[in-house]
């Protein structure tokens, strides 16, 4: 079981409000966290990606593999 660390993080009744509202039933505050964490390390890393997509050069991996000197398997 995950040790519970009790931290208080301070939040404008706005903000606990939102919270409030997004909140499922029988759904703890860490729950709720650790989905909008996941949610917003997903959203990063697309954004990531897709900036990569954008500005990024890409080379075949026969390319790659050859010149980090790599076999590819066939």
Request: glycine fraction near 4%; proline fraction near 4%; charged fraction near 35%.
């Amino acid at each position: 079981m995950t040790e519970v660390a009790n931290k208080r993080i301070p939040v404008t009744e706005e903000i606990w409000e939102s919270l409030a509202g997004l909140k499922k039933h029988g759904q703890t505050y860490d729950q709720l966290l650790a989905e909008m964490i996941a949610l917003k390390q997903e959203r990063d890393f697309l954004a990531h990606i897709e900036e990569i997509e954008k500005n990024g050069e890409f080379v075949s991996l026969k390319d790659a593999a050859k010149k980090l000197k790599i076999p590819i398997p066939k």
